[in-house]
Each structure stands twice: as C-alpha cells, then as structure tokens.
C-alpha cells in the first residue's frame, strides 16, 4: 500500500469512531499537525505507531488494512474439505487427469522470453524527519523535538533528514531544501554539520577553524567563545 492509501485508512477508520485528529494525537502524545501528515501520505507512521493507532481505533491491523484475506489456495481448501467422499474423489480424479496432461506433453515449445532492459531505480528507504527544520539563520529550535518518518532515496550513511531553514547556507542549501544527517559527535574542518547551540537552538553551518561559517556571506561566522555551549549532532551528507 502506498502511504496515501494508508492516510485515507486511518482517517476513515478514525471518522467512523467518532474522533478527532486533536483527539488521536492527545491519545498517543503526538501534535496534530502529524495526525494530519499521516492521514494525507504525507508522512507514514512507523509500525509500533500503527499498532497503537488501531488499539485506539478498536481494530486490528489485519481488518484495517485487509491483510486477513483468504488466500485462493485457503479458499480452495475450504470448499475441498466441505465435499462428502464422492465429491473428493471426484476432485482427485481431475487433479489426476490434468497432472498427467501437463507432465505428459512432450511436444510443447518453450519460447524464451527477451530480456526487457530496464533503466536502474533508485532504492527507497525510510528516514526519521525532524520537525522543525535546521536554522540556516536564527531561528529558534523546539526542545521538545517531534520526529516523522518519511521515504527518499538510499543514502548510504545517514541516520535522519531534517529541514534547512533561512538563507545563510545559500548557495548551497536553499530555504526548505531537505537534507541527509549522520549522527556524529565530531566533524573535520571543513564539513557542513548540524549544530545546537545552547541546548535550544540548531543550526546547519561549516566547521571552520575559528567557528562556525556561513555559505551566504552577508552572515558572519558564530564564534564559539559567544555561546555557552555548541554540540555537535551530526554531518551534513547532501541533499535530498
């Protein structure tokens, strides 16, 4: 199933119980603002979540998302144990019949299929979003961090992705752009980070040798000796 056809499950099974997407998200813990990503495909919840979503629901995951289908060969033998010893040994003598048909044919012609070329896809995965995005100015960053899971392409390495905010990094990140972090508690001089400074405030910047520079050069650097404190989270592996 596609993230979208997901979306509309959960938000039908959710209108049937007569709840609200404010209700839900107090339930679980979440903001709504998710609810409302998960019902549009915006964003998919993980598997634990999903559990928990039908518990509050009052449905399994099987009935919710039609996983609990009989399958033709169930099906099959259910009508089977159904017949009296006739009927089955009816059954069986077609069965017979139709086996020694089929392995009898020596004259068939086995045509070999060509080999369609196929133009290489790009592999998918799952990546923990952080709501919020990372300042690429000064805005300030939520303490209390929400995380989303979201599908980009495979990018060796990278732990989560998380939004450039402001145009300090310009040209190299844009206001908005996406971008691939991997968790790491120290960087080389040089390489684009995510920085929280203060415990409060995050930021994507270059590590340079006297703080931490700016892309866009109206912005000057942030000197460590300004500030408390500067964690390292993470570096920057590229854009989405």
């Known amino acids: 199933m596609t993230k979208q056809e997901i979306g509309l499950v959960l938000k039908n099974i959710r209108i ?4 609200t997407q404010k209700e839900v998200a107090e339930k679980i813990g979440r903001r709504q603002q998710i ?12 598997a634990n979540t999903l559990f928990t979503l039908c518990d509050i629901y009052g449905v399994s995951i099987d ?54 070329p196929y133009k290489t896809i ?3 995965c799952m990546y923990p979003y952080v709501l919020g995005g990372a300042s690429a100015g000064a805005t300030s960053f939520m303490t209390d961090i929400d995380i989303e899971t979201v599908q980009a392409p495979l990018c060796p390495g990278a732990d989560f992705i998380i939004q450039v905010s402001g145009d300090s990094m ?47 050069q109206k912005y000057k650097t942030i000197k460590p000796a300004e500030f408390k404190e500067i964690q390292i989270i993470g570096k920057v592996l590229g854009k989405i």
Do not use: C
Not at 16 to 19: D, M
Not at 35 to 46: K, L, M, N, S, V
């Open 35 to 46: 609810i409302g990503h998960w019902e549009t495909g915006y964003a998919q919840p993980d």
């Open 170 to 216: 310009e040209p190299t990140f844009y206001d908005g752009d996406k971008v691939y972090v991997k968790k790491m508690t120290s960087l080389d001089i040089g390489d684009v980070g995510i920085f929280m400074i203060n415990g409060s405030e995050v930021y994507i910047k270059e590590l340079g040798k006297n703080g931490l520079i700016s892309h866009n």
């Open 16 to 19: 049937q119980k007569g709840l």
């Open 63 to 116: 009935d919710a998302f039609g996983f609990s289908k009989p399958s033709l060969y169930d099906s099959l033998l259910k009508k089977y144990k159904t017949l009296d010893d006739h009927g089955k040994e009816l059954v069986t003598l077609v069965l017979d019949k139709e086996y020694e048909r089929v392995t009898d044919n020596k004259n068939v012609t086995i045509i070999q299929e060509e080999k369609t």
């Open 122 to 124: 790009t592999s998918l």
